[in-house]
């Protein structure tokens, strides 16, 4: 049996802590007394994973077996999550790949024709063809593609279907075959608490013209935390969007949870608790840290993005969205969920190279704050792990950098939209239209590999909460320019940072460190 | 960015290369204590391990200290006429310690003699037990509470074996004389043995805690006996020890000033303990570590 997650208190016994630092990592000695977070060890996974797939198929939750919806004449789609899941990419055969494959083997046994299948990357940048191959598997890649396999294309207006409103008077339209099929089978990861549920299909598949009613600053402000659905006003929105769809669509959702084996062998000693690190994983972590350090920034990146997550799968639920969410959310707080007493004055955060939206691409300054401040920050359930007014302290090196083809928006908003002001509320209502509707954006994302003229707004949007709830975010070993840029407050080392977050928090401050990934989410009572 | 070797040092610090590996106290697993299994020690008292310790202090140990410090030993005369066995109560401050009373008692004590060492410290893993065993004559001593009290101490007393006994439970970690624990009066008061108060002054300044090897510089240890105690009938551990302490604390006055001051104190009541300045830490360690001076002023008799 794994172990659970737990909370250590650094003592003068407790060796140096491993820390992320965007691509690098190091080891940081933190003050006595300071928290630690530690997620569960990973747990084991299915050891028959096909086996499981199929077993969920045929005995769904709240619905009938899905050969019984399938029929021949039918008009079937399958959508499933994009290349933002799972962090990092998942070591092949991809979960995905294996339920689409027992799908597509059930369609063809009960003589279904018109297939079709759908990235659900809402407004996302298109995955490439390889990206699409690496997730579907070389069998249904050449099956499919290009005709029947392609990204959902947002700004398409003969490819969207308007459905109507909910009873909050938000509009729901998302991509026209989804809708006008017979049935929708949506393949998931739910790799955090965040993911899945009625958040599938609604968002995954929803034009700006839906999203904008919950991705946007109010429920955002609302949404305490997004990793806490039943708390969240982002899911809540998307439940009723959800549940109008299901009013007008027969979706069957497939739900699958990932283990914590977030990092290959070779990067083992990321995985382990400190302490238990044995002379093979010190010797792992100074060749690695070393070379890192040595390697020109190309290599670096490259070595980074070539990582596989070694991911093992503990559960796959079928059937109705809200019967299989309810138990792929126990699923993945089985292996996350780790309870916490009470919260600090500081919270700290290593952030790590990647995120949902740099996937062989590159972490620009926008996407570092939405990770520390949108995902990492709020990786809580009940109340944030610092209280209100108390500093943020983040490890990255913040560069300035972006991906012109993958964020060509974001250097505009970077550029000319924080220059004026970093208030989202202002932004939102300043700026997020002309960006949305900016037609160069959009022949870039329907074009190109974009993201959305409007995700970056999104991006800083997710950090609302935090910015809202910190009284201070300092970034440990951040570019100063970039950082200032954004609001916050760049320190040389630890040590520093933590004198200046003192300023704000008081001289003998509390601390917490989330140490993460593997990814922990913490209850806080 | 830190250098290969500040890393490679930092990683060897934190995961204490060479030594024992330590779990965080709070990751630390939760287990019922089991009953201590005492470290058997008897066969360091055979003929084989007395030969081979006699040749280890002879031959390593006294050379070693004799050479890395500068020992001057005092009081062996209140040893003469006495006959065994006894309890050697000494201060603590140093690893210097044990070897130090060791291999300044006389042949006919020292082969007689064993040492009460810290179960949780030096009995840890077999082969320093076994090395301490061996080398001191040690015997595992429990210091944490709650656990069974080990009968070993009263059986080699009954064989006639003195025992060596730091009864403040640890070295000292800031050189000066902390409080003693009853357990050596307690051994006294049971098996009717008399107490040798032993003062040893310096080792904290030659090798304080946290060091492996003496300071450079051959820095002067004086370990001092004293007169043998008895208890008297129907004298309290407690109150024993307090007479033990007591009479150690004019020992560290008489090694400090001469005999006849401190006796003289000692009559008015005012001998001072041996617990060292008052004020903080810094200064108590300061004043601790401050190396005894080599030589005694004498009072000139030519002018």
Redesign the interface.
Known sequence: MSRPGFVLEVDERTPPLLVHRGEGFGLQRFPLGTRVVYPPDSLPPLPDVRGAIRTALLNPLGSEPLPELLRPGMRLTIAFDDISLPLPPMRPPDVRQLVLEEVLELAARRGVEDVELIVANSLHRRMTAKEIERVVGERVFRSFWPERLRNFDAEDPDGLAYIGKTDKGEDVEISRRAAQSDLLVYVNINLVAMDGGHKSVPVGMGSYRSLRHHHNVNTMLHSRSYMDPPSSALHGSAARMGRLLANHLRIFTVETTLNNETFPREFGFLNRREWEWSLRDQAGYLAARKANDAAPARIRREVFRRIRAPYGVTGVHAGETEAVHERTLAGVHRQQKVEVSGQSDILVVGLPYICPYNVNSIMNPILVMCLGLGYFFNMYVNRPLVRPGGAMILFHPVPWEFHTVHHPSYVDFFEEVLAETTDPAQIESKFEQQYATDPWYVHLYRNSHAYHGVHPFYMWYWGAHALDHLGDVIFVGGDRRTVRRMGFRAASTFADALEMARERVGSSPTITYLHSPPLALAEVR | ?PS?LD??R??AR??RWGRR???????EPFAPTPEPREFPTEWARTPAGRAARAAIQRLVLRPLVWSQTEPRVHGLDNLEGLRGPVVFVANHSSHLDAPLILCSLPERWRRRTAVGAAADYFFDVWWRAAGTALAFNAFPVERSGGRRLSDTPWRLLGEGWSIVVFPEGTRSKDGWVGRFRPGAARLCTDAGVPAVPVAIRGSFAAMPRGRGWPRSGHYPISVRYGRPMRPDPGETPGAFMRRISLSLARLWDEDHLDWWTAQVRAARGQTPPPAGPTGPRWIRVWEASRPLPRHRARPRVWS
């Open positions: 960015m290969l890393e490679v930092d990683v934190g995961w590996s330590l779990v965080p106290r709070s990751a």
